[in-house]
C-alpha cells in the first residue's frame, strides 16, 4: 500500500498498454460489467485494471479473469441484505459505534467468488484505490490480500467500518480520494484508458426517504466533485475513453435489486461507443 507514485511503470518495448478504470456507485456499479462484457465480446483484453469503491469489486474479479457472465450472475443476485449485515454493536456503542453496518459479508463474497485469493496471483495487474483519513489522499493496494483491499475501498463511512491498514491509520472509500483514477492508469504506463464513470441520470434528483438513500446520495456528490473539474480533459484525449452513462431515471446507490437491468443497459450503452473509438484505435486491435 502506497500514496499516488509516479512513473513506476511503463508500457514494454513501446507497445500499446490498455487499462480499465471503474469508479465508485454502489449499485450502479452492474453497468461496468456491461462494459467488460461488450469488452469480451469485441476480444479486447485489459493489461491492467483499476477501481475505487464498487468499482474496485468489479476490478478485482476482472483481474482475476472472472468471465462477465459470471459476474453478471452475482450481481443479479445481489440485494442490499447480501452486501450489508446489521452492525449489532450499535446497540451497545450507539453513536461511538464505527458504523450502522458490517462489512463481513462483502468480504465473504470477495473470498468466496475470486479464485485467487493475493494480488501477485491474478493474472492481470490489480489497483485499488482507497483514502487515508490521516492525509486525506489516495492510497494504492497492489500488494497483500485483495480481500483487505477491496473492503477497505468499499467502506462508506457511516455505513461500512473503516480498516486500519498496515500503517496503523484507517482507510475508507477510495472514491472520495479518486473516483476514477485515469491519471493514475496512465502513470502505471498505460497508453490507452477505457473509463467508466457509473451513473445513470446526472441531472435526475435521487430518492432520498431514507437514512441510507441520503448517505449513498451525498457520498455520491462529494465522489464526484473532482472528475467534474477534470472530465474536459480527459474527453480531449483521443487515447481515452470516457463512459458516463445516461440513462435518464435515479437509481439509489444502495439499491441493488436492479443489477441484472443494469448490466444489460451498461452493454447497451458501451458497446457502440467502444466500437467506434477503437476504429480510431489500431494498435488495440492489432494486439
Known amino acids: 500500500m502506497t500514496k499516488h507514485s509516479r512513473g513506476e511503470r511503463t508500457a514494454e518495448n513501446g507497445g500499446s498498454r490498455l487499462a480499465v478504470v471503474f469508479s465508485g456507485g454502489g449499485s450502479k456499479g452492474a453497468l461496468q ?5 461488450a469488452m469480451v465480446d469485441m476480444g479486447l483484453r485489459a493489461d491492467l485494471v ?3 469503491s464498487v468499482g474496485a469489486l468489479n476490478a478485482a474479479f476482472v483481474a482475476a479473469a472472472v468471465g462477465p457472465d459470471v459476474l453478471a450472475a452475482g450481481w443479479a443476485d445481489l440485494s442490499f441484505r447480501r452486501l450489508f449485515g446489521f452492525n449489532w454493536r450499535i446497540l451497545l456503542r450507539g453513536s461511538a459505534a464505527a458504523s450502522l453496518f458490517s462489512s463481513a459479508r462483502l468480504r ?19 489497483t485499488v ?27 462508506i463511512p457511516g455505513l461500512l467500518p473503516p480498516v486500519f491498514a498496515h500503517d496503523g491509520i484507517p482507510h475508507i472509500d477510495g472514491s472520495l480520494a479518486d473516483n476514477l483514477p485515469i491519471d493514475l492508469a496512465r502513470e502505471r504506463g498505460a497508453t490507452h484508458v477505457i473509463a467508466m464513470h457509473c451513473r445513470t441520470c446526472a441531472a435526475c ?3 432520498a426517504t431514507h437514512l441510507r438513500d441520503v448517505l449513498g446520495a451525498a457520498f455520491g456528490i462529494a465522489a464526484d466533485c473532482r472528475l467534474r473539474m477534470m472530465e474536459n480533459r480527459y ?7 470516457l463512459l458516463q452513462p445516461e440513462l435518464g431515471e435515479a437509481v439509489a446507490t444502495l439499491d441493488f435489486s436492479q443489477g ?15 466500437e467506434e473509438w477503437l476504429a480510431h484505435q489500431p494498435t488495440l486491435r492489432s494486439r
Open 33 to 37: 460489467v456491461g462494459l467488460y462484457r
Open 50 to 52: 483499476l477501481g475505487a
Open 108 to 126: 465473504r463474497i470477495v473470498c468466496d467468488g475470486l479464485p485467487v485469493q493475493r494480488f501477485d496471483e491474478l493474472p492481470t495487474p490489480l
Open 129 to 155: 484505490i482507497t483514502t487515508h483519513m490521516g492525509l486525506g489522499e489516495a492510497c494504492v493496494w497492489e500488494r497483500g490480500n485483495i480481500a483487505d483491499a477491496v473492503v477497505t475501498s468499499c467502506a
Open 205 to 207: 434528483v435521487p430518492r
Open 235 to 241: 474527453r480531449a484525449d483521443p487515447n481515452v475513453l
Open 260 to 274: 441484472e437491468r443494469l448490466v444489460q443497459q451498461g452493454y447497451d450503452y458501451a458497446a457502440p461507443r467502444l
